[in-house]
């Protein structure tokens, strides 16, 4: 009964068929790889890459030639520094000089060092340019102790002459000692020499007695 015995049986819906899948899409059992190599060999020659150029061979580098380790030399004989610092005294040796003239417990800033650098290396120029021009002037080429001194006093640093003589003294005798202990040591390894060449000299031969023979007839 009901409205379901009035419209009678129903018809069953039509099943929908399944759609292809696309090739792209794999299936089971079936390898998509394999079409790779066609498509490859399909391509058209333009869009394959062509191999890159083989780099250019490389030179060795050029040997730059050795500096020299010396200034050098202006046309009226002063020096050319390659750096600002070269012509500077070391800063460790002015730091000594500096540390014996404080007091032990006394430090010494590096802003204090490198200013003493800079006047002790201007200070030494200046001394030696006055010296030198005095030793050009006296026709010498060779610049001495005693030149440095003389253009102490030339400056007008009186006050430092004095110690510079006692310094220059010292020096004096340090080398006549030095030079004397040189000569005595010279003088030693000649006479060894000279007694080692005596003792290798080979004695000479001692000679046959004279016998009657060498004599001839004797008187009777």
């Not at 050319?80 to 007091?103: N, Y």
């Not at 110690?163 to 004096?172: G, K, N, Q, R, S």
């Amino acid at each position: 009964g009901g409205v379901a015995s009035l419209l009678g049986p129903r018809a069953p819906a039509p099943r929908r068929a399944a759609a292809p899948l696309p090739p792209s899409q794999g299936r089971p059992g079936h390898d998509i790889t394999s079409a790779a190599p066609d498509a490859r060999r399909r391509a058209p020659a333009e869009h394959q890459m062509e191999a890159p150029p083989p780099p250019p061979p490389q030179q060795p580098p050029k040997k730059k030639p050795p500096q020299s380790t010396q200034p050098e030399t202006a046309e009226d004989g002063q020096t050319l520094f390659d750096d600002e610092l070269d012509r500077l005294l070391p800063v460790g040796t002015v730091a000594s000089v500096m540390r014996a003239a404080i007091p032990p417990e006394a430090k010494i800033g590096r802003d204090a060092r490198e200013a003493a650098q800079d006047c002790a290396s201007e200070f030494v120029a200046f001394v030696a340019s006055e010296a030198s021009d005095a030793c050009a002037a006296a026709g010498r080429r060779i610049m001495t102790g005693r030149d440095v001194v003389d253009a102490v006093v030339r400056l007008g640093f009186d006050r430092q002459a004095a110690p510079l003589e006692a310094f220059l003294a010292t020096c004096v005798e340090k080398r006549r000692g030095e030079n004397k202990v040189k000569r005595a040591k010279r003088a030693k390894v000649v006479a060894a020499q000279a007694a080692a060449a005596a003792t290798e000299e080979p004695a000479a031969p001692a000679q046959p007695p004279l016998g009657p023979a060498l004599l001839g007839p004797q008187p009777i």
